[in-house]
């Protein structure tokens, strides 16, 4: 052959150069949300003031003082960094590059710092009580979310986080006032979140029934069993059955003294220390071990995982089994992690916010943290600023998880892209 | 190892897929599985691998009676199987899916994957057969040639001794098909036995030791390589088949259809139709050739304003069809047959009715300020199913219920039932039976005699050939060439591998390719 | 369209029963299709769903029960004890939420007798409007689970236009449910502008939005327009009699003519769905967005269409919620109207007649078992698992069938195999 190779080339054939389009997106919403904060929390902010905050606890080795700026002027410069950043974007999506994730997390951080100083100008708060709180109110959405994204990554749908949450809470609670034990009320959540797990496989993995349909269903299935056990049994035996201990906080000797990171991240309860060993396990298991390749390919295109001869339904029950146990373990925190006694529909939509901390996470178990962090963030500082009389309508800071989730899932600060086969029933011959 | 199969049946509902068939694969053997779409060749190799369950028969390796179970049992028998539709995960590399289901893994007993071990087996099998792969490419990225080697590569990985290749050259290229023929023969040579499944008379010719022919689900006899292709073809549909549809030839008129630079871009801007340019007479049917996915899809979608194209004009009968939505377009007097009729021409849970309809429900005729003229739509279907032979139960039966000869015939019923300007079919016949695809060629080629401009895209060279006044040739999103309907099948295949008109002529008086012959 | 939380493709269909899917004829005569339903056992399999629900509920009350847990206690010694106080336990529960459901036998006048059942009629109102929306966005593929979103916002529009103009009589209560109409329709608008441009998931969206409606409400709810003049309870005025939704029976019953609307609305579905040409484009992109787009349908245009439609039905239910029963707005409004919607029109199987009877059904269940919590202690939310059993076991026939030992009917081993 003279002119023409006919072996075709291994490589991707040598198309036209792709024409990039600049993306615009990212700095007109650092732009548009910079300016804002400059304008609302900078230069219509309240002039004179100061903001306080206290960074330090008494059990700390180092002790620094609380930190004072002015309010107004601090607002006014990190407003102006802000707009830096959005003008270093602009530079990049002109030359047809992403801004990248450090300067979306570092402009985050800025708008979140210029909206504290704004929000308690002339008042003081605890940054360590603010990053402790917001830790602890993640536990439940990152225990849910990872629930989650085991269930998806096998390609099932879990709608149901709620209900594993509500009743993980609710055998924790029970268990441990029995037994008067917090640690046998741990081994209880997840049991009792296996239950809600066990009917969603059944009904999703064996029956086929849309997964979607199952899991509202068998929300409000925990929430009426829940509920009805409660009025009927809970109540009248308030002190035996529902009277459990609470977990102690476990301080982690040495690591619990660095000053901000020690109690944030060390003086906290067993729950919390599950839940790092959680997010680097399922991180582990998922994309380094056989057991994660596999349980991958089934949510991918279970088809072809059924023709190497993995076992795609057995893969999805122990999957759905798995996520429910973990989801339920989350259950925990609403009983015997924080307030002790169960109540009626005590999670509260908390199940829903972990879904979208699994989406916005991309169904990661370390990005699932983050987001539930970014959550637990803004339903801590929604307390906080709730009891110092702040200007934002305390309504608002909890529709915040709901509305970023909205803007996370419609694309505008990046595609998500799910597991492939999730939500499709396997059909086999 | 010897593979032999006895008295396999299988039936879904009330249809027999296979029927008591008796089947022997000798060592070493390339053996064709030469069948109609939809004879039971698939449902057989479905069998064989443990994805269906007999309903009776059984499955012997070296004489020895085997049960599978399952895709697993079947492996381990030393079975590998190439799908038609590809059994790769898309956003794994090309590591990962090889190993998927057998993967190596670091000591230590936690199941830690050995990536390393895996790219390292890759790279042998990819070199000990001559071809390159990249053990780190993800293989939605690849194209489909290469991905059909990560296909037969998984299979090897597993030391497979029988290997089942499912109409493997439906996506390939005619020299992409040479090249697969040299592995075949290859691993010939190491001793794996080959089941060559395809319904293409002359890539079996060129390759297979022996020819089984597998009709309506139970085989018809068998025949060997030298056997001529209408021999082998009358085997495989029952009767003795004119291979030519005899039309008359055609008398064009005015020109009315004139596309001009035509550029649609894919998501990433690169350019997936690129400055495409034809014009089309009133009575001519210009056929598209090509290899699956060189741009034929996304010129169809733009033809009818499915997709935007970034550049490029489409004039029918001087009106600019660019930037019209698609009903506008089919408004406009544009008739279009997707190729992919049970995802893009029916809804299957609609009644035939409905579904003959689909497109026309807005219109006077049937619909009246907003309301359903059932009446109309009744009579039309009855009118229909008659006029276009449909084997329905009747006009409320689901469209998704058919066979796919009867659900084409149905688009195709609804499509040439207004009065068009412009008539597009792409892939007409895929998937059809043999009397439906002749009744169906003959409609669109009344409807070209009618005085309609056609437009046929197909990847079936022979469908190419057959309906053709002209024959346009498209590779990578570029019009190679638009040649005369008598071209040579080598040199049209030289074309659609990207290679100029004259070049092509050239090269094919010089070294015919196996498949190319006549 | 694999960049979605959930697969694209799942076709919200494929979870309902067999004939949902397969009856796509709008020309098949009801009495054959009602035949073939009861031969193929699809309306038995409702039944005995129903019983088995009702079995699962009432092992439930009779383990709770204290008298029954007494017995147990020397279960062995007089095993009959315990079943008697179970059985008891049980009969009574069902016998009372019967009474207060349909017919109170133990009323001395007729009008007491009967009440309870327009009180189901009052109740059912609302869950059969707001199911029919989620059954429009069902049958055109779209999961809408934000008619509790859409029910607040109806409510609050509806309830604003109520209690904060003075109108004509007439003029003043058509405004009040347009306003309500128009608030669902956006609030499910936006999840459809979303879905339709940027492919967002409806689920997902619709999901986050009932969180942000409540929490909107609660905002309103602190603002001076909607409380009552020096009042700092959470509670709005009280809708003005030109805007109430008038009693159909006088003041012995709080049935209002909301039913009516809820009568209207289900022949309005019905002829949208079956026999309009917008109902055939819903029920084409439903079933196959592909060939639908193909066939010149617009899907975007289609797709916040019907989110509009579902949400407006959604946001009527809101509005005759709060005209004609509530009269005021609260912070709980919408109770959990938008969640028994969804299990409503599952039930229906996203038909309107069979809404209008899921919706009594719940309706029942709910006035039912606040009498019942009142009389026998059973507290009511028995009721929410017997709703939740029901639409499992409707959803999965074999499993109801594995239980009843029944025959797997014919047409399902053909269906099951050409699957």
């Known amino acids: 052959m003279t002119a023409v190779d006919t072996r075709a080339p291994a490589a991707p054939p040598a198309r036209t150069e792709p024409l990039t389009r600049r993306s615009w997106r990212a700095p007109i919403a650092f732009g548009v949300l910079g300016l804002a904060a400059l304008v609302l929390f900078g230069l219509l902010g309240k002039s004179g003031e100061d903001t306080t905050f206290v960074i330090s606890t008494d059990n700390d080795w180092v002790q620094i003082g609380p930190v004072s700026v002015p309010s107004q002027a601090t607002a006014i410069v990190l407003g102006v960094l802000m707009l830096l950043l959005a003008a270093y974007a602009a530079w990049r999506a002109w ?17 979140v710092l210029s909206f504290l100083v704004w929000a308690v100008a002339g008042k003081s708060m605890s940054l360590v009580g603010l990053l402790q709180g917001s830790l602890i109110l993640a536990v439940p959405l990152a225990f849910g979310a990872m629930g989650g994204l085991l269930n998806e990554r096998s390609g099932v749908v879990n709608i149901a986080i709620e209900g594993q949450l509500l009743t993980g809470a609710f055998g924790a609670a029970v268990v441990a006032s029995v037994t008067h034990s917090v640690y046998a009320g741990l081994i209880a959540a997840p049991v009792a979140g296996l239950v809600i797990g066990s009917l969603l496989a059944l009904f999703t993995v064996k029956y086929r029934v849309n997964q979607i349909i199952v899991g509202v269903v068998l929300n409000v299935f925990a929430v009426g069993l829940t509920s009805f056990l409660f009025s009927s049994v809970l109540k009248p035996n308030a002190a035996t059955l529902n009277s459990p201990p609470r977990m102690p906080v476990i301080d982690i000797p040495v690591l619990s003294g660095i000053p901000i990171i020690g109690p944030v991240l060390f003086r906290q309860t067993l729950l919390v220390y599950l839940l790092y060993v959680a997010v680097f396990v399922v991180t582990v298991a998922l994309f380094r071990t056989r057991w994660g390749l596999r349980v991958r390919a089934v949510g991918e295109h279970p088809l072809a995982a059924d023709t190497v001869g993995i076992d795609v339904q057995a893969t999805r029950w122990r999957n759905v089994l798995l996520g429910s146990m973990v989801a339920g373990l989350g259950g925990a925190f ?12 005590m999670t509260a939509g908390k199940g829903y916010i972990a879904l979208a901390a699994m989406i916005l996470g991309r169904w990661t178990p370390v990005g699932a943290l983050a987001a539930a962090l970014l959550f637990g963030f803004s339903d801590k500082l929604q307390q906080v600023l709730g009891v110092l009389q702040t200007p934002v309508p305390n309504q608002f800071m909890l529709m915040l998880p709901y509305l970023v989730t909205i803007v996370a899932v419609a694309g505008l600060v990046g595609r998500v892209r799910g597991p492939a086969a999730a939500g499709e029933p396997y059909v086999k011959e | 190892m010897k593979l032999e199969l006895r008295g396999i049946t299988k039936s879904f509902g009330p249809l027999v897929a296979n029927d008591h068939i008796d089947l022997v694969i000798e060592p070493g053997e390339i053996h064709a599985l030469l069948g109609e779409n939809g004879a039971g060749k698939s449902t057989l190799m479905n069998v064989l691998f443990g994805l269906y369950d007999a309903d009776s028969g059984e499955i012997l390796l070296d004489d020895e009676p085997r049960t599978f179970s399952g895709p697993r049992d079947a492996l381990g028998a030393g079975i590998g199987m190439v799908h038609q539709h590809f059994m790769l995960v898309p956003v794994f590399t090309v590591a990962e899916n090889v190993m998927l289901g057998h ?51 998984k299979a090897l990985a597993r030391d497979a001794q029988v290997l089942i290749l499912d109409e493997p050259t439906a996506v390939l290229t005619p020299q992409e098909t040479d090249e697969l023929i040299g592995i075949m023969r290859q691993l010939k040579e190491a001793g794996t036995s080959i089941v060559f499944i395809t319904h293409k008379l002359r ?14 689900g139970a085989v018809v006899g068998s025949a060997s390589p030298e056997a001529s292709e209408t021999d082998l073809a009358s085997m495989m549909v029952g009767r003795a088949v004119s291979l030519s549809l005899g039309k008359a030839p055609a008398v064009p008129g005015e020109t009315t259809v004139q596309v ?28 598209l050739a090509g290899v699956q996915g060189n741009g034929q899809t996304e010129l169809c979608e733009a033809l009818l304003g499915l997709e935007r194209p970034a550049a490029g004009s489409i004039l029918l009968e001087g009106n600019e069809l660019v930037g019209l939505s698609p009903k506008q377009v089919l408004d406009a007097g544009v008739g279009f047959v997707p190729e992919d009729r049970s995802v893009d021409g029916l809804v299957g849970d609609f009644s035939v009715a409905e579904n003959l309809v689909l497109d026309l429900v807005h219109t006077k005729e049937f619909s009246r300020a907003g309301a359903l003229d059932l009446a109309a739509i009744r009579k039309n279907a009855d009118h229909r199913i008659q006029e276009y032979d449909i084997r329905t139960q009747s006009a409320t039966q689901a469209a998704g219920r058919l066979s796919g000869g009867n659900q084409q015939k149905v688009v195709l019923a609804r499509e040439l039932s207004r009065p068009l300007k412009l008539f597009i079919a792409s892939q007409p016949t895929r998937g059809v039976d043999v009397g439906s695809i002749e009744f169906l060629h003959r409609r669109i080629v009344a409807e070209r005699d009618g005085g309609t401009p056609v437009l046929i895209v197909s990847t079936e060279l ?23 309907s008598d071209t040579p099948r080598d040199v049209l295949g030289l074309m659609m591998a990207g290679v100029p008109h004259d070049e092509a002529t050239a090269q094919a008086a010089e070294h015919p390719t196996e498949a190319g012959h006549e | 369209m694999s960049d979605e939380i959930v697969g694209a493709d799942a076709s919200p269909t494929s979870g309902m029963p067999e004939p949902e899917r397969a009856k796509a004829a709008p020309e098949e005569d009801r009495g054959q299709r009602a035949l073939r339903e009861i031969v193929s056992g699809d309306i038995g399999v409702s039944v005995l769903a129903f019983v088995l629900a009702l079995v699962i509920g009432g092992l439930l009350i009779a383990f709770t029960n204290p008298e029954v847990t007494a017995a147990a206690h020397y279960f062995f010694a007089k095993p009959m004890d315990t079943i008697t106080a179970a059985w008891n336990a049980v009969w009574d529960a069902y016998a009372a939420m019967f009474r207060g459901a349909v017919y109170n036998g133990q009323a ?101 939005l009932n969180y942000v409606a409540l929490y909107l409400l609660a905002y309103l709810l602190t603002t001076d327009k909607f409380t009552r003049a020096g009042s700092n309870q959470p509670t709005s005025p009280g809708v003005k009699e030109t805007a109430q939704l008038p009693l159909l029976l006088g003041d012995w019953s709080r049935l209002h003519a909301g039913f009516i609307v809820a009568i209207l609305a289900s022949i309005f579905v019905w002829w949208l769905m079956t026999r309009s040409v917008l109902g055939f484009r819903f029920r084409a992109v439903g079933s196959n967005p592909h060939a639908s787009r193909t066939s010149g349908i617009g899907i975007p245009t289609t797709i916040v269409l019907v989110m509009v439609v579902s949400g407006a039905l959604a946001g009527l239910a809101g509005g005759v919620h709060i005209l004609g029963t509530e009269h ?22 996203s038909r309107p007649l069979g809404i209008f009877f899921a919706g009594l059904l719940y309706g029942g269940l709910n006035v039912g078992g606040r009498v019942m919590e009142a009389a026998t202690g059973t507290p009511i939310d028995i009721v929410l698992v017997i709703q939740a059993l029901v639409v499992l076991f409707i959803a999965a026939p074999p499993l109801v069938r594995a239980i009843f030992r029944l025959p797997t009917p014919r047409a399902a081993v053909a269906k099951g195999a050409a699957a």
């Open chain 1, 95 to 111: 030359n047809r590059q992403r801004p990248g994730v450090w300067v979306a997390a570092l402009f985050g951080v800025l708008w």
């Open chain 1, 334 to 345: 609403f009983t015997i992690g924080s307030v002790g006694a169960f109540s009626q529909e």
């Open chain 2, 103 to 153: 993967e190596s893994t670091k000591p230590g007993g936690v199941g830690m994957l050995d990536l390393d071990a895996a790219r390292q087996r890759v790279r042998e099998l990819a070199d000990r057969f001559g071809f390159e792969l990249d053990p780190d490419a993800v293989v939605e990225d690849l194209p489909v040639g290469v991905q059909q080697r990560v296909e037969i590569v």
């Open chain 2, 203 to 216: 890539e079996v010719r060129a390759v297979a030791d022996r020819i089984t022919v597998i009709r309506r």
């Open chain 2, 260 to 287: 001009r630079g035509l550029t649609v871009l894919d998501a990433n801007g690169s350019a997936v139709v690129d400055d495409v340019s034809f014009e089309l007479a009133r009575g001519e049917i210009l056929t």
């Open chain 2, 462 to 484: 022979d469908e190419v050939v057959e309906l053709a006044d002209r024959i346009a040739v498209m590779y990578r999103g570029r019009l190679v060439g638009i040649v005369p």
């Open chain 3, 108 to 208: 001395d006048t007729f009008q007491k007798a009967i009440r309870p059942l327009t009180e189901t009629m009052t109740v059912a109102t609302p869950l059969i409007i707001a199911a029919l929306g989620v059954a429009v966005g069902f049958r055109a593929g779209l999961f809408n689970i934000g008619a509790q979103g859409q029910i607040i916002l109806g409510a609050t529009v509806g309830g604003y236009i109520g209690f904060a103009y003075s109108l004509p009589a007439g003029i003043h209560l058509l405004l009040a449910l347009l306003g309500g109409i128009l608030g669902g329709a956006i609030w499910a608008g936006i999840a459809g502008v979303l879905k339709a441009r940027t492919g967002a998931h409806e689920v997902i969206v619709t999901i986050m």
């Open chain 3, 328 to 349: 005021q707005l609260t912070g709980g409004i919408a109770g959990s109207l938008g969640f028994d919607a969804i299990t409503v029109a599952l039930l229906g199987r």
